[in-house]
């Protein structure tokens, strides 16, 4: 039976716009449905925006670290209408470019939110569309608990769009996008907690770092609040629905604040999409499941992204796209390799890691030594920040080989790019020292670990 499209991709997010466009450019006649705005989360209301908010933030304390170098003013002023519109601005030009990429490699761009009708056929608007294959990269979705008040609170979505900044915040979660907007928040001048309901932030992540980090948000300004949960929320005052919010503690503890955001997870995008119509099949929170080629429990059907709640990462899902696009054009079996994913969290120091931490090295019952350092960084020596960086390097013993690196610290995501490459490569500790640092750097350390710094052999 002839179909309309060779493939159509629900979703213009990181992995759909990759998947669509390359298979276009390759000879497949492709749609894509999109109900937001092109380029998904990381391009509308994630890794893009974030950063630009990051930088902003940055600049609320590198005010204070100039005097240190000579530098005086007469009172520093922050506006942040002009850091949220100029933002939209940029945002609005990368949604352009997107749309030029797909309409240049022939992707019809379909504007709406598209439903399955059966396992080729979808429906966006009332009009149907058949495809041989469809692709599901629709993302993931904030994830807030239910509890009284709840209504009360707002996600990373809205963190983007705030009419204005409050004068005191409070965070709840305590992963990537927590500690990231605690940052943003500290760094733009609100009085930022952080309250997290475990022992200790950025479960997941090396312990060393763990705690390490926390010590830097809280020296930078941040109240973090560990083993610390809300049990409800009201409006301090009913008649001002915009006003100041009463946090009930689980500890007894109440405090107002201006603004509570939520960051305690994301969950797969599915509902809306009638899978069972097509009968594809969703595990734990949604996540719809796929084979080792990203074909799901419907032959026709494909997902990729944060949808199949693997690791929730733009690279990763664009990364799995084109493995997806190898698959179907030179029928290569997918081998898609998800240890040593370097990633970072952008907070204020911004973590940087890949491999294994010490604890998964640990689970894993390798034999390991552990180099560790942590030292003022030579900007500080003169701002007057008692700001500090901190590095590990994991090393196996049977073969030299590096299997971890992890840094807190500025420029941590920049610098472990590189140690991706090295590590992914295979590289020893004997490589790492026969590398010459560059010098006066913090990325040197990584190449001068000494038997002075070995923590555990
Ligand atoms: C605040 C925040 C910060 C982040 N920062 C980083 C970072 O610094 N680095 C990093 O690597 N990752 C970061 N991420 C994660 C990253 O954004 C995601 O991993 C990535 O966007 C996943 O890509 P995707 O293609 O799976 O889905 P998405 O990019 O989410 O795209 C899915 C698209 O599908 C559309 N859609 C949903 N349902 C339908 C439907 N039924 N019909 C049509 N369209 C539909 C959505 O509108 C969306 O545009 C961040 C995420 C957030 C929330
Ligand atoms: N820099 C980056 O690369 C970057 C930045 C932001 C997001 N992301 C991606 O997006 C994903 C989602 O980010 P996230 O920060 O929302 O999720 P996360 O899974 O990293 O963290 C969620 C946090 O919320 C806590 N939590 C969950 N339920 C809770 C509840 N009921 N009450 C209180 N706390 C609760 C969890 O314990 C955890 O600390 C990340 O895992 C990451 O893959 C990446």
Known sequence: MPYQYDLFVIGAGSGGVRASRIAASKGYKVAVAEGGALGGTCVNIGCVPKKLFVYGSEFGHGFDEAAGYGWSHQGVEFNWSVLRDNKTKEIQRLNGIYGNLLGNAGVEVIAGFASFVDAHTVMVDGKTYTAERILIAVGAKPFIPEFKGSDLVVSSNEMFFLEELPQKALVVGGGYIAVEFAGILNGLGVETSLAYRGDQLLRGFDQDVRDFASEEYKKSGIDVRLNTDVEYIELADAADPKGARTVYFKDGHV????????????????ASLALDKAGVKTGTNGAVIIDKNFTTSTKSVFALGDVT???????VAIKEAMALIAYWFEGKEVTFDYDNIPTAVFSQPAIGTVGLSEQEAETRGLDFRVYQTDFRPMKHTLSGSTSRSMMKLLVNNADDKV?????VGDYAG????GLGIAIKAGATKADFDDTVGVHPTSAEEFVTFSAASLKKK
Do not use: S
């Not at 405090?255 to 599915?270: D, K, M, Q, S």
């Not at 709640?309 to 690279?315: E, G």
């Not at 299997?403 to 840094?407: D, E, L, Q, T, V």
């Open 255 to 270: 405090e107002e604040f201006g603004l509570i955001l939520y960051a305690t997870g994301r969950v797969p995008n599915v």
């Open 309 to 315: 709640d693997r690791i929730q990462l733009t690279p």
């Open 403 to 407: 299997i971890g690196a992890h840094m």
């Open 414 to 417: 920049e610098i472990i790019q």
